[in-house]
């Protein structure tokens, strides 16, 4: 039901919170846990937090960045309680919960969380797709990670135990598989280049230029198709300054 949702803890601090987090996935059929650059682990507080849950800390993938526990993904969700001003989209964990199982069965899905004292970066949210926020009360909105986590996994089984195989909730995307982040990540670093070339980007001043085409192309979603034109267009682009530079 969930083999290809996995739930990604960056930097965490405090290796008890990561037993917690494999407790709570366990409780509810989850089992891909990924680490990014954690500050203890393995460690027996984190055993022992588990409560049983010890095969997941055993399988949990730990990798040095965010690039890497994402890369394959083709939807990102990070988790933030912080309003931000990088015009994601933004949902309740229902909603979320929706869309990430609609689109599981067509690419891997990430949900993302970030350190327990300071979140994600706005840097390691330019890597999401949606930001995904819990409404908890304004008079003490902290709230521990692993609760966190298990808000999200609660709400991913209750939404696959409602569903039948034929419901579809939120929205849909076309037949075309979309592009993963490894293949966004290469057309950014395309893009920046070629508007670097032609003189639309200076880059001793970029200012937020890159990040709200970030943007723009995150809510679009663009497929590996979409992307291969894209990218195509750029070269060719490319190809007719070095003609030009010939002549």
Not at 91 to 106: C, H, I, K, V, Y
Not at 148 to 166: C, G, H, I, P, S
Not at 227 to 239: D, E, M, P, S
Request: proline letters at 5%.
């Amino acid at each position: 039901m969930f083999n290809h949702i996995r739930i990604v803890l960056v930097h965490t601090t405090h290796p008890g919170n990561i037993g917690a987090v494999a407790r709570a996935m366990k409780n509810m059929g989850l089992a891909e846990l990924w680490l990014v650059a954690p500050k203890v682990f393995p460690s027996a507080e984190a055993t022992a937090r588990a409560s049983g849950a010890d095969d997941l800390l055993a399988a949990a993938r730990v990798v040095g960045t965010l690039e890497e526990a994402v890369g394959d993904c083709g939807l990102v969700i990070g988790a933030s309680a912080r309003q931000r001003t990088l015009d994601l989209v933004e949902e309740p964990p229902w909603d979320a919960a929706g869309r990430a199982l609609t689109e599981s069965s067509q690419h891997p899905v990430a949900f993302v969380f970030g350190r327990e004292h300071s979140g994600l970066s706005n840097a390691e949210l330019d890597l999401c797709h949606q930001r995904l926020w819990i409404p908890v009360t304004d008079d003490f909105p902290s709230l521990n990670l692993a609760a966190a986590v298990q808000v999200v996994v609660y709400e991913l089984r209750k939404n696959a135990l409602e569903r039948d195989n034929t419901h579809q909730k939120g929205r849909e995307l076309s037949s075309e598989d979309v592009a993963p982040s490894t293949e966004m990540a290469r057309f950014y670093e395309h893009l920046e280049t070629v508007l670097e070339e032609i003189g639309f980007l200076n880059p001793s001043n970029p200012r937020k230029l890159m990040r709200r085409l970030r943007r723009l192309f995150q809510r679009a979603r663009p497929d590996r198709n979409e992307i291969n034109i894209l990218r195509g267009i750029l070269t060719a682009v490319q190809g007719l300054l070095t003609g030009r530079g010939q002549n």
